[in-house]
C-alpha cells in the first residue's frame, strides 16, 4: 500500500518517535477522553479543524496555531486515526494537504481495528513543547467549490462521485438514519455516479486491496484519465474517497467538494436527479 | 489500559440496519450504535455493566431513528 497508510503495528512501534505526532480525530469527540493510543494528540473536528464563525475548513493561522501546540512542526510525521473508519482523520488529512503538510498518514483501520486488537490505551495528554509552524497558503486545487461543480454537472467537466448510501443518493433519505436532516430536498447532483464510501473498505475498517479499489472505480468508468469531484453531505465521508483516489490509487485531478449536499440539495433552484 | 471484551452485532432497529458495537475499558462499558449504510454512529451510552450501556445507547438510538423519514423516490 502506499506510504501515506500505516498499519496499527506501525504506530505500535513509531507512536513515542520524536519526530512522529499521533493525533485522534472522531466522529465522537468524547471517544479520545474514553481512552486513546498514548501519546496520542486528540483533535475536535467541531471546533478545532474549522472556522467556526464561516462554514469553511479551518483558518491558516488557527491551524499554525493547534499545530504548534500539537508538537509539530513543519518536519513532524504526521499519523491520523479516528472512528468511524477514519472519516474525520480522512478530513483533516485533506486539509493538512491543502495546506501543505508533507508527510501526513493515516492508521489503517483507525480507532476500531486499535480497540479490537486491544492494544495499549491511556487517558493522560500527552506534555508536548510547543513548535513554529508555517503553513503554505491553501491548495484550492483539492477543493471544489459550487461553481465547480454546477460547472461539472452542467458540462459534464468533471467525474462526480456521491459517496453517500444509495438511500441518500435516490432521496429515500435526508440523512443517515439516526442523524438530523440538514437539507431541504432529496436526491443527487444530475450526472454523479453512487459509490458509497465503504466500499473502500474492510469489515476490520481496513482500506481494501489497490486491485479492488481500482476496479471498484474502473467499473464505475472512473480511472484517473479525468477530473473527478467526490461529495457527500457534508465532506467528511468524501474526505476518505478523496483520499483514496488520490492517494492510494494516485489519480492526479481529485477534488472534494465539502460543501457537499448540505450546501447543494438547500440551494434554490439547483437542479436534483431522482432515483 | 485496553479495550476489554470488543464486540459487535447488527440487528435491525425501526426498520433500519444497525451495528451495535461495545467494549470495555477500565471500568467502563462502551456502547456506540452505527447505522450500518452508511457507517455513521448515531447515539452512544456508558454504564457499569455490558447489559446497561447496550440498553442506554438502545433506547437513544430508537428515539433517533424514529425521527428518520422516508421519501418517494419519484
Known amino acids: 500500500m502506499a506510504d501515506v497508510l500505516v498499519t496499527t503495528d506501525w504506530v505500535a512501534q513509531h507512536a513515542k518517535d520524536a519526530n512522529v505526532r499521533i493525533v485522534e480525530v472522531d466522529v465522537d469527540t468524547t471517544s479520545y477522553d474514553q481512552g486513546h493510543i498514548p501519546g496520542a494528540v486528540g483533535w475536535n473536528w467541531t471546533t478545532e479543524l474549522c472556522d467556526t464563525l464561516v462554514r469553511d475548513i479551518i483558518p491558516i493561522k488557527k491551524l499554525e496555531e493547534l499545530l504548534g501546540k500539537s508538537g509539530v512542526d513543519n518536519n513532524t510525521t504526521i499519523v491520523l486515526y479516528g472512528d468511524n473508519n477514519n472519516w474525520f482523520a480522512a478530513w483533516a488529512f485533506w486539509q493538512l494537504k491543502m495546506y501543505g503538510h508533507k508527510d501526513v498518514r493515516i492508521m489503517d483501520g483507525g480507532r476500531k481495528k486499535w480497540l479490537a486488537e486491544s492494544r495499549d490505551l491511556t487517558t493522560d495528554k500527552p506534555s508536548l513543547a510547543a513548535k513554529a509552524y508555517k503553513a503554505n497558503a491553501p491548495d484550492v486545487s483539492l477543493r471544489a467549490f459550487l461553481p465547480d461543480v454546477q460547472q461539472a454537472s452542467a458540462q459534464k467537466k468533471a467525474a462526480l462521485v456521491d459517496v453517500r448510501s444509495p438511500a441518500e443518493f435516490t432521496g429515500e433519505i435526508l440523512a443517515p438514519p439516526g442523524l438530523p436532516e440538514t437539507c431541504q430536498r432529496g436526491g443527487h447532483i444530475p450526472g454523479a455516479k453512487s459509490i458509497p464510501w465503504g466500499k473502500n473498505c474492510n469489515d476490520d475498517g481496513t482500506f481494501k486491496s489497490l486491485d479492488e479499489l481500482k476496479k471498484l472505480y474502473a467499473d464505475q468508468g472512473i480511472k484517473g484519465d479525468a477530473p473527478i469531484i467526490a461529495y457527500c453531505r457534508i465532506g467528511e465521508r468524501s474526505s476518505l474517497t478523496w483520499f483514496v483516489l488520490k492517494h492510494l490509487l494516485g489519480f492526479q485531478n481529485v477534488k472534494n467538494y465539502d460543501g457537499s449536499w448540505t450546501e447543494w440539495g438547500n440551494l434554490v433552484g439547483a437542479p436534483v436527479e431522482k432515483p | ?74
Open chain 2, 1 to 74: 489500559m485496553r479495550a476489554e471484551g470488543y464486540e459487535k452485532r447488527r440487528q435491525p432497529l425501526g426498520g433500519w440496519e444497525i451495528e451495535i458495537e461495545t467494549y470495555k475499558v477500565a471500568d467502563t462499558f462502551y456502547c456506540t450504535i452505527n447505522n450500518v449504510d452508511p457507517g455513521a454512529r448515531f447515539a452512544r451510552a456508558e454504564g457499569t455493566t455490558r447489559e446497561e450501556a447496550e440498553a442506554r445507547a438502545l433506547e437513544k438510538a430508537e428515539k433517533y431513528i424514529k425521527q428518520t423519514r422516508r421519501f418517494s423516490t419519484q
